[in-house]
Each structure stands twice: as structure tokens, then as C-alpha cells.
């Protein structure tokens, strides 16, 4: 099967390097940086690794980098899109769980789940996913365990049925919304998460997450 790894990156130039370097080394050789309008050398970074660069001109955020790369995952016609953070929460070997599934049949979309096993997660990171994975069930009907997970896994049929619309944080709940509209089968696996205050520092605030809501609100009255 032909499989590539998405990472939407903005301004990570800190870890992108190893990002790339880990994923070559567990085996992946097929991966497509989305630079989301990054201001610092994300794109020098990327290009020195040798992999497929897309490029935004202006920050459009990560629903807008997921959308751009799902979209070349889709054109280049691989069998297995499997998004990965370039912040270097994720574990490369973690990827196999996610992918599993899909190579079996037995799944068109497997989320990689860090609260099927929460251990060394911040209790904050926790209630915040807790938070998402109810409004999220509540707006859409469909519940799952860890809905703003970053690692996914895509078979060619949901490439070809998932349309990404939003441009923000809110795209990792609409995912959830065109699995359910699409009827594509769902399957969670457990992965464990890599905290560094690094990572820590790229997630959501409060004023993001009250944000994200209401655009998520405004998305399904829309829809």
C-alpha cells in the first residue's frame, strides 16, 4: 500500500527536523510538510529533508493545512493518509497501530487515541479533551474517546468522502462530523502522547477553546 504522512507545521522549525528524521528512520519515507505560513525557517527545514513542501502563503491554520494536505494525499492517490503533529508529541511507532485497521479493512478511518490510556497527560490536556469529546458528541452524534488527537489514519474511500471546510482548531471535531455524515468506519486505537513544554506550549488556551466552540456551533447550524 501506498501510504503518506501529512504534517501541517507552523513555525516549528525547533522540531520539525527530528520530526522528519523519526519518521524516516521508523521506515516512512513518503511525507508531505504543509507549511501553514510559517514566519521562521519551517520551510528551510523541510526542503533540506528532501520531502514534499506545500506552502501557504498566509497562516490559515491547522484546519487549512489538514484540508491542503488530505486534498494531496487524495490527488496523489495513496492508499493511507496518516496525519502526524510536527510539535514531536507523537510516537513513529505508534503509526502502525493506526494503520492497522485500515491494511486489515477493518476500518476507513482510525484515530490514534491518547486517553484510552492517559497516563504522564496533564490533568488540564485531559479536562480539555474531556470538554472537546462532549461538545463534540453533543454538536455531532458521534462519540469518541479522544476527539482532537492529531494522529489519524485516512484509507483512500474517506480521503475521497472527508471535505475539510473550517481553517482552525475546530477541524479535529469537524473530522469526527464527516466520519459520522460519510458513514465511514470508525476504529480507535491507543497511543501514547510525548510532553515537553515545548508541545505543552502549543496547545489550546481557554480563549481558543471558547472560541473554537463557537465556531463549531455556528458549523453545525450552518450544516
Do not use: C
Not at 35 to 41: F, L, P
Not at 154 to 181: C, D, P, W, Y
Amino acid at each position: 500500500m501506498k501510504i503518506i504522512a501529512v504534517i501541517p507545521a507552523y513555525n516549528e522549525e525547533k522540531t520539525l527536523g527530528g520530526v522528519l528524521e523519526s519518521l524516516k528512520k521508523g521506515g516512512y519515507h513518503n511525507l508531505l510538510v504543509v507549511n501553514d505560513g510559517s514566519r521562521d525557517g519551517t520551510q528551510e527545514v523541510a526542503e533540506r529533508h528532501g520531502v514534499i513542501v506545500l506552502r501557504h502563503v498566509m497562516n490559515r491554520g491547522l484546519g487549512g493545512a489538514l484540508g491542503t494536505g488530505l486534498q494531496a494525499a487524495k490527488e496523489l492517490k495513496v492508499d493511507i493518509a496518516v496525519t502526524f503533529d510536527a510539535d514531536g508529541q507523537h510516537a513513529v511507532e505508534d503509526i502502525r497501530k493506526v494503520l492497522e485497521p485500515i491494511q486489515k479493512g477493518e476500518a476507513d478511518v482510525v484515530i490514534g487515541s491518547r486517553l484510552m490510556n492517559p497516563e504522564g497527560m496533564p490533568w488540564f490536556r485531559q479536562l480539555f479533551n474531556y470538554v472537546g469529546n462532549f461538545m463534540t458528541f453533543a454538536l455531532f452524534g458521534l462519540w469518541v474517546s479522544d476527539s482532537q488527537s492529531g494522529l489519524r489514519g485516512f484509507s483512500k474511500k474517506a480521503l475521497g468522502k472527508i471535505q475539510i471546510r473550517t481553517n482552525h482548531m475546530e477541524v479535529s471535531s469537524e473530522i469526527i462530523r464527516e466520519i459520522r455524515v460519510n458513514e465511514l468506519r470508525l476504529r480507535e486505537v491507543p497511543i501514547r502522547a510525548i510532553y515537553t513544554d515545548y508541545s505543552l506550549s502549543k496547545g489550546q488556551s481557554l480563549f481558543v477553546g471558547v472560541k473554537t466552540l463557537f465556531k463549531l456551533i455556528m458549523h453545525r447550524l450552518m450544516n
